[in-house]
């Protein structure tokens, strides 16, 4: 009923299902379910299914995948005077987590067509400091993996994998998360699955995993107003995009929200600065761990929908020669999180497509993102990469998510081409 009213999206918080809504209003409206917002038996229950899903040794559930990074970098002992390499073309989370562990990020450039880091590139900024590679599964196409873990292997240096976009890719057969020391994946609102916020950590290294487990029991719950906030985004979100262009009441409502505070935003804003937010790092409360084990066995399901959607885009604009069209690493089960093309004229893109009701992202436009993030204060230093900074100048999301069905894809298709 509400479909024609709802915009086609490649963020907005896509994956929430009703049974999601059920959950979060549960823990809510309900007072009895306010003992078992922090503390409760989800998180074991999430832990071992995630276990199970990636067959890992060890899943470790944070408050979010930054937390989850941070933590592998304590346990690591990566901390002063050490250097980790990580991809331009990033969020600021990663360099953050870095510098707090009194560590340096250095970035290597990216390759154009796959948007993962270029391991032609990776020796030369290799020091007798460099500890670490952190390796970047972007918009869920992995990174090539078999040259990556080469050099790695030469240098005697770790791989921490960044799954937040690539929850059930795989190269060669194995899935991302399963190369290196540690990994750790996002349950963040626009990623593969979504539980508003949290993520979680795997390794295979008994004592790496009983370290960060001991570093994770720790820590503290995130308040229980953070919580109920949290909650409140996919019941908010999911009436607000039903209603969207129903006379402006949905994005009147989103709006709102947003402003008074009420809904959380993505990124602290100390974040953006470079300053360690409160409360970080922290675990994953109960409640939302109730909504990421529910997400979690959608999975495959997800990303069938998405590869789908995906081929319907490169068999449709493959012929349109003003389009650069992603590729796939060889040897790779690429899930598509979003399907990303550059284009000469990003902002006359993303602006003709919403005249048609259709939001296309933009991530990031920056090397480092958000675009609010100071590039130097994140340690990244302007025209070093050159490739990043050319790919966040034109890249633009296409929707493949749950919501964008075969006839919401030829609608993008039709404004891309128009």
């Known amino acids: 009923m509400f479909k024609r009213f709802q915009p086609i999206a490649a963020a907005l918080a896509p994956n929430y299902t009703f049974r999601d809504v059920l959950i979060a209003m549960k823990y809510v409206y309900l007072p009895w379910k306010w003992g078992s917002l922090k503390r409760g038996n989800n998180q074991d229950k999430l832990e071992l299914a995630f276990k199970e899903f990636m067959d890992a040794r060890y899943a470790i559930s944070f408050d979010s995948a930054r937390s989850g990074f941070f933590a592998i970098l304590k346990c690591l002992g990566i901390g002063e005077n050490d250097e980790v390499l990580l991809q331009a073309f990033t969020t600021v989370a990663?360099?953050?987590?870095?510098?707090?562990?009194?560590?340096?990020?250095?970035?290597?450039?990216?390759?154009?067509?796959?948007?993962?880091?270029?391991?032609?590139?990776?020796?030369?900024?290799?020091?007798?400091?460099?500890?670490?590679?952190?390796?970047?599964?972007?918009?869920?196409?992995?990174?090539?993996?078999?040259?990556?873990?080469?050099?790695?292997?030469?240098?005697?240096?770790?791989?921490?994998?960044?799954?937040?976009?690539?929850?059930?890719?795989?190269?060669?057969?194995?899935?991302?998360?399963?190369?290196?020391?540690?990994a750790f994946f996002s349950f963040g609102r626009d990623k593969v699955i979504s539980a508003v916020s949290g993520?979680?950590?795997?390794?295979?290294?008994?004592?790496?995993?009983?370290?960060?487990?001991?570093?994770?029991?720790?820590?503290?719950?995130?308040?229980?107003?953070?919580?109920?906030?949290?909650?409140?985004?996919?019941?908010?979100?999911?009436k607000s995009l039903k209603l969207y262009n129903f006379f402006g009441i949905g994005k009147f409502m989103m709006y709102a929200m947003a402003k008074s505070g009420i809904l959380t935003k993505a990124y602290d804003i100390n974040e953006k600065k470079n300053i360690m937010p409160?409360?970080?790092?922290?675990?994953?409360?109960?409640?939302?761990?109730?909504?990421?084990?529910?997400?979690?066995?959608?999975?495959?399901?997800?990303?069938?929908?998405?590869?789908?959607?995906?081929?319907?885009?490169?068999?449709?604009?493959?012929?349109?020669?003003?389009?650069?069209?992603?590729?796939?690493?060889?040897?790779?089960?690429?899930?598509?999180?979003?399907?990303?093309?550059?284009?000469?004229?990003?902002?006359?893109?993303?602006?003709?497509a919403k005249l048609s009701n259709i939001f296309l992202g933009d991530w990031f436009p920056a090397p480092v993102g958000p675009i609010e993030v100071d590039l130097e204060r994140s340690g990244y230093r302007p025209g070093s990469c050159p490739i990043a900074e050319k790919v966040s100048s034109k890249c633009v999301n296409l929707p493949t998510n749950k919501n964008t069905s075969k006839d919401d894809a030829i609608k993008v298709i039709n404004s891309l081409i128009q």
């Open 199 to 238: 993520g979680i950590v795997i390794t295979a290294d008994w004592n790496l995993g009983r370290s960060i487990t001991d570093f994770r029991n720790k820590l503290p719950y995130p308040s229980d107003k953070h919580i109920f906030r949290q909650l409140l985004h996919p019941m908010i979100t999911t």
């Open 278 to 352: 409160h409360g970080f790092p922290a675990k994953m409360p109960n409640a939302l761990c109730e909504i990421a084990l529910h997400q979690l066995k959608l999975a495959d399901e997800f990303n069938d929908h998405r590869a789908k959607i995906a081929s319907l885009y490169t068999h449709r604009l493959k012929d349109e020669g003003e389009l650069s069209l992603p590729e796939t690493t060889h040897g790779a089960k690429n899930i598509f999180l979003w399907y990303t093309i550059l284009t000469e004229n990003k902002k006359q893109t993303i602006a003709n």
């Open 94 to 182: 990663l360099p953050n987590a870095i510098m707090w562990c009194k560590a340096t990020p250095i970035f290597v450039d990216i390759d154009e067509k796959t948007f993962n880091m270029d391991p032609g590139l990776i020796e030369k900024h290799i020091t007798s400091k460099t500890k670490a590679i952190v390796v970047q599964h972007t918009f869920g196409n992995p990174s090539d993996m078999d040259r990556i873990l080469s050099i790695a292997r030469k240098h005697n240096l770790l791989i921490i994998e960044d799954c937040a976009h690539s929850l059930g890719a795989e190269y060669r057969g194995k899935k991302t998360g399963t190369f290196g020391n540690a």
